[in-house]
């Protein structure tokens, strides 16, 4: 079975198959001139350069579409086919333009001149704009991450978090699953239903933490408990839960109970677990339902022991 190609070796098959296009056509113009001695400056052979220009851009236009459909097809990317088509469209079409500009000897320095106040004023006007397109595009072609997948995106322009409560660094992230990623936004569905529009040039920038693949992974869960609640019961209750805890993957150590920080009324556990589980809500839901009732189960006092005489 043949190795799937990717949409870079697509899009070179293209240029190649344009390549030849366009030399036939060189060779084709060439010819006539040779069979019908006419000028290369004649309005004839100017006719027959057009029309080879517009022939070579139509095929390359063509076949770099056939490519985009085909990697989109086999990469199950038929969202952001469109989008690269468009993009690639643009872009033979500025070549096709520059061509027929050659064409009837239009200067590169004149076409280069009258549009640089224009180009530098458009490009400082779509800076966000491009800057989302150029992204779009290293996502398109890295592929970190697939329609469908649940991930989570902690962007690199926030720090963590340290709260007042439960003390601990808290990473702010957007967690949901992949609905679809075009050239300017990726479209995610958040775990709460709504739909986020994340910039790409966010998420390029951002830590991307694929959470759909169902690796063995360490997970805490901090219990606060009063200073009534000893460690031994805590530990007691994580060491025979009321229900099963998520299963332990297979060479990681079991769940593990330790001190987290000790207050004027209060201490907090935690515990600690090893899952293949990625939903970290689900996990501390599992395990506060399994240990809960055996935490409110009054604690077993030993009789006092008889006074002497």
Do not use: C
Not at 66 to 71: R, S
Not at 74 to 95: K, P
Not at 159 to 169: K, N, Q, R, T, V
Request: glycine content about 8%; overall charge positive; charged content about 15%.
């Amino acid at each position: 079975m043949a190795k799937p190609r990717g949409i870079l070796g697509r899009v070179l098959e293209g240029l190649g198959v344009t390549v030849l296009v366009a030399a036939a056509v060189v060779l084709a113009i060439r010819l006539t001139e040779l069979a019908f001695r006419l000028s290369p400056a004649s309005q004839l052979v100017q006719v027959f350069e057009v029309a080879g220009v517009l022939i070579v851009g139509y095929t390359l236009s063509h076949r770099l579409a056939a490519a985009v459909k085909a990697w989109a097809r086999q990469n199950d990317r038929l969202a952001q086919s469109t989008a690269i088509g468009l993009l690639l469209d643009l872009l033979v079409a500025v070549g096709v333009v520059l061509a027929l500009f050659a064409v009837f000897n239009v200067g590169l320095s004149t076409i280069l001149y009258g549009s640089a106040l224009t180009g530098v004023v458009l490009a400082l006007a779509s800076q966000t704009l491009l800057a989302n397109v150029f992204a779009g595009l290293a996502l398109i072609v890295a592929s970190p991450f697939r329609n469908g997948d649940r991930i989570s995106i902690i962007s690199s322009s926030y720090g963590a978090l340290a709260p007042s409560y439960a003390h601990e660094m808290v990473y702010p992230s957007y967690t949901g699953r992949v609905e679809g990623a075009g050239l300017f936004y990726t479209s995610l569905r958040l775990d709460g239903g709504q739909l986020a529009k994340v910039p790409n040039s966010v998420v390029i920038g951002a830590l991307v933490v694929i959470l759909s693949v169902r690796e063995a992974r360490l997970q805490r869960v901090r219990v606060t408990l009063p200073h009534t609640m000893t460690l031994e019961v805590l530990r007691d209750a994580v060491a025979h839960p009321a229900e099963p805890f998520p299963p332990t993957p297979e060479g990681r150590a079991g769940p593990n109970v330790e001190i987290a920080e000790i207050g004027a009324a209060s201490w907090d556990g935690l515990v600690t677990l090893w899952t293949s589980e990625p939903d970290e809500d689900k996990v501390r839901g599992l395990v506060l339902r399994a240990i809960l009732p055996k935490l409110a189960q009054p604690p077993v006092r030993s009789p006092p022991s008889p006074t002497p005489l």
